[in-house]
């Protein structure tokens, strides 16, 4: 995926559904995502490497390890790991949630769950430690609540069952209210069947104008742990 994020400006992210009967028996199989450049061109794919006991009984704080592969060599693109640790979570002082990005011997960066009050924030970073971007959903009533209504309609309109996580240079102090974003990881709704009666999740990234490969394989990585933080296991 390395040589296709280069000059990428988007990229889709399937969640692979599960079968017909280990939905209606509500096993926990193995996350696996399809990438998609521009939506169209399959060009990765990954697996998650988690215990079956900690999937079923952990949901939505195991600890994975996912290898990115590209579709046509099978060689690895990145490789993103993430420890377990206590659940998205307001005034936390420890325990926070936390992924690392590389990419074979080589450390890309990670991302970590700020302290926060109202709104869920983090902050990537690079392998040196230093901060490069900061993620969270959309605000309103001074960075309070989450806006709903960013993609439109929540309820019946065009923002129906989409969820909006925008990016932020690190370096940009108002991240709240109207502040213009650099790119956004959009959990998008799918076919009503598959919404309903399951659990496979779809996103749209958006990258910033100015992003690195680097910056992009970590934008990619962002959006395997939203969907770990928000919306796995949701339904258990």
Avoid at 19 to 31: D, Y
């Amino acid at each position: 995926m390395g040589k296709y994020l280069t000059d990428m400006e988007k990229l889709s992210v399937r969640q692979t559904r599960r079968g017909c009967f280990q939905e209606l028996l509500g096993c926990e199989a193995k996350t696996e995502m399809k990438y998609f450049a521009e939506g169209t061109d399959h060009i990765a794919t990954s697996l998650a490497d988690s215990s079956f006991c900690l999937r079923l009984l952990c949901a939505g704080i195991y600890p994975f390890t996912a290898v990115i592969k590209d579709l046509d060599s099978g060689s690895e693109i990145m490789s993103v790991e993430r420890p377990m640790a206590c659940p998205v979570g307001a005034c936390k002082c420890c325990c926070k949630q936390s992924m690392t990005f590389s990419s074979g011997n080589d450390d890309l960066g990670k991302i970590d769950e700020e302290y926060y009050y109202c709104v869920p924030r983090f902050t990537i970073s690079d392998e040196k430690g230093n901060e490069v971007y900061k993620v969270h959903q959309p605000t309103c009533v001074g960075g309070m609540c989450v806006n709903c209504c960013s993609e439109g309609n929540p309820c019946c309109g065009k923002g129906c069952c989409k969820a909006a996580f925008h990016v932020f240079p690190a370096s940009q102090e108002d991240t709240d209210g109207d502040a213009t974003y650099a790119g956004k990881i959009l959990k998008v709704p799918k076919s009503m069947m598959t919404e309903i009666f399951t659990e496979a999740e779809a996103f749209d990234i958006t990258f910033p104008k100015d992003a690195t490969t680097e910056q992009k394989a970590m934008l990619t990585g962002t959006a395997l742990f939203i969907n770990a933080n928000f919306f796995e296991g949701q339904d258990n």
